[in-house]
């Protein structure tokens, strides 16, 4: 989490760093805050809250210069608060630093750095950092070592990096050298803007956009020296670098929410369109299988792997897990789903035929990277079903799958989700068709994924009611979510969606398992979304909701059209579709972020940036 802008030129840095934090809200929001080189100090202006409130503050006290770094803050270490927010400054304001990440060892560096006479305002694991700078700074120049100059600067920069235990992407600034910007990276991503003249520093390539469309990844343990003519990348253990310049795709305009009231709506609204996306391309009619461009593994391999792992946190989990049940009907392969944060520390036996997908919209999810990481450190094929062009977790995979849905911003996943469950169903597909798939079974799953962006198009059509039930149940306290089979994941995703935006506690379920403790929860006051599309189970599903209706609760049923049946015992029903059972996740999800939207809404509560939580979740 945490974003970080820098700009290192011949313009004033305060616009384009202002500006860039604002296209990175979406990694924290809490606080922000930004330092400027003027020369001869290091002028400081934080805030709490958003961007918007920092910019406030600058235009009353403006500052101005060509150097400068800035921060966007998801708190790790002490509440959101003016102190806490960086810019943290080191000694006596002879450096500062913004810093993304979490320092596992801050406590014990904190206490030495206290004995040895430096004093903490803040509460944050960043402050650590700038005073060990500075330290490093002052026992180098007992040293004699010349200052101000900038391989000094790295030699104290790299002195400090030496200590650091756990993660950082940092931008560092110095009071004495006005045209020097040092960055350096382990675990938190930082990317490199190549201008004439100009340099920039950005947590993603979003800020970089009308600036330059050259850019440099840092890798993990490299360091990088900007000054307004160049960078010099360093890396640890070999030395200096290569610049590995990679040109960015023109941005669209995509995070512009047009008439759309928020982000979240406008992205649930794109599904027909995302769906379609993730299709183009990918579907073989004459063989009846699916294709991929960048999997980079020969089919004989794929046909000989025994067991599939799908990792992942949060929404992108919720996919895996309807991955799972695509896999194991039209592949036959035994298949696991496996929090990512569990996965990095767990060592389950994996046979040498197993084969990894990291599932991530963002492609930066610490847990996940780190999950896949350990996979790949043990010889296992690891790829990534992603999002984002050119993050971490796509570069590093071994080969994957683009879901090609356009930037998500609303930080509550909608048309990701259903991106990434169209991905999987392709991967069902293709597996399916190395092994025991037949060739119309083949063609009748393409001809059903063919139809799903016009599917979910009719499906979006329930909003207008969807508003009319949220109207009634906003105000509630608790909700259950209830599906079986590919419905399960459905609820889970549903109440994870509520949950999120809402902040109303809501708990997904199979619906049989609700009479092992759930049920509990049910009365007058306490709603039920049942996921109850017809299929195989259907009328186990039905006993379940006549089980709720029995004590008194409410039910919200998401029910194929026309279903008589759901309508006599359910007191809302919202209608999807009839589509095939696998395809059922595409449609009954969409019914359910509507509703949680809605209710959001209603509550009045902040949509597309939900207190506590942000877009992509780069620490631990
Ligand atoms: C979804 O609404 C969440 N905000 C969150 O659970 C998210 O899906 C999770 O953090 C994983 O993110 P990723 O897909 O970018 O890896």
Not at 178 to 206: K, M, Q, T, W, Y
Not at 402 to 407: K, N, Q, R, S, V
Request: glycine share 8%; charged share 25%; net charge negative.
């Amino acid at each position: 989490m945490c974003g970080i802008v820098g700009y290192i030129g011949y313009r004033n840095a305060v616009p384009m760093i202002l500006d860039g934090l604002t296209k990175l809200e979406y990694r924290g929001y809490d606080s922000a805050g930004l330092s400027i080189q003027t020369g001869t100090t290091l002028s400081l202006r934080k805030a709490k809250g958003r961007v918007d409130e920092l910019r406030k503050l600058v235009r009353q006290d403006p500052i101005c210069g060509q150097v400068g770094i800035g921060h966007t803050r998801w708190a790790t270490h002490g509440p959101a608060t003016d102190i806490n927010a960086h810019p943290h400054l080191g000694g006596d304001r002879e450096v500062s630093v913004v810093h993304n990440g979490v320092i596992e060892n801050y406590q014990t560096l904190k206490s030495q750095l206290e004995t040895l006479g430096f004093r903490f305002y803040s509460q944050t694991d960043t402050e650590v950092i700038a005073h060990l700078i500075a330290h490093h700074l002052r026992e180098q120049q007992k040293l004699e070592a010349p200052w101000p100059h900038t391989r000094t600067a790295i030699q104290v920069l790299e002195q400090t990096l030496a200590k650091l235990k756990g993660t950082y992407g940092l931008g560092v600034l110095f009071r004495d050298l006005s045209d020097c910007l040092l960055v350096a990276r382990a675990g938190s991503p930082l990317v490199i803007g190549l201008g004439d003249g100009e340099n920039f520093i950005a947590s993603d390539a979003a800020p970089l956009s009308g600036h330059t469309d050259q850019v440099v990844y840092l890798s993990d343990h490299e360091l990088a020296l900007m000054t307004p003519e160049g960078v010099e990348i360093l890396h640890r253990d070999t030395g200096r670098q290569n610049l590995a310049i990679q040109t960015l795709d023109p941005v669209s305009a995509e995070s512009d929410k047009g008439d759309y009231a928020h982000f979240m709506l406008k992205e649930i609204f794109e599904q027909p369109m995302t769906v379609e996306n993730a299709l183009r391309g990918r579907l073989d009619e004459d063989e009846a299988t699916a294709v991929f461009g960048g999997l980079n593994i020969d089919p004989q391999p794929l046909r000989n792997i025994d067991r599939v792992v799908l990792t992942a946190c949060g929404t992108s989990w919720h996919a895996g897990l309807v991955g799972e049940y695509l896999l194991e009907e039209f592949a036959r392969i035994p298949t696991e789903v496996e929090y990512a944060s569990e996965l990095r520390y767990r060592n389950p036996p994996m046979d040498r035929n197993t084969m990894i997908f990291a599932i991530t919209q963002s492609g930066e999810t610490a847990d996940t990277l780190a999950a896949m990481r350990e996979t790949q450190r043990k010889g296992h094929p690891s790829l990534a079903i992603c999002n984002v062009v050119g993050s971490t977790i796509a570069r590093e995979a071994d080969g994957g799958i683009y879901l090609h849905a356009g930037t998500e911003v609303g930080v509550a996943s909608t048309k990701a989700f259903t991106s990434q469950v169209t991905v999987l169903t392709l991967l069902a597909l293709y597996l399916g068709r190395m092994r025991h798939l037949s060739h119309p079974a083949g063609q009748k799953m393409i001809e059903g994924l063919q139809q799903m962006p016009e599917r979910i198009a009719e499906t979006l059509q329930c909003y207008e009611q969807v508003k009319q039930i949220a109207e009634k149940y906003y105000d509630r306290e608790n909700f259950l979510y209830l599906g079986r089979l590919y419905n399960f994941p459905v609820a889970l995703e549903g109440a994870l969606k509520l949950k999120e935006i809402s902040y109303i506690h809501a708990e997904g379920y199979p619906a049989a398992e609700m009479k092992h403790g759930p049920i509990a929860l049910v009365e007058e006051r306490t709603p039920s979304v049942f996921v109850i599309p017809r299929g195989g189970i259907y009328p186990k599903v039905i006993s379940n909701l006549e089980e709720v209706k029995a004590r008194k609760g409410p039910v919200i049923a998401v029910a194929c059209r026309g279903d008589e049946r759901v309508k006599q015992l359910a007191d809302h029903v919202i209608e999807i579709p009839d589509v095939e059972e696998y395809l059922q996740p595409l449609v009954a999800s969409i019914p359910l972020q509507l509703l949680a939207y809605q209710i959001a809404v209603l509550r009045g509560c902040e949509v597309d940036r939900p207190r506590n939580l942000a877009k992509s979740v780069t620490v631990e």
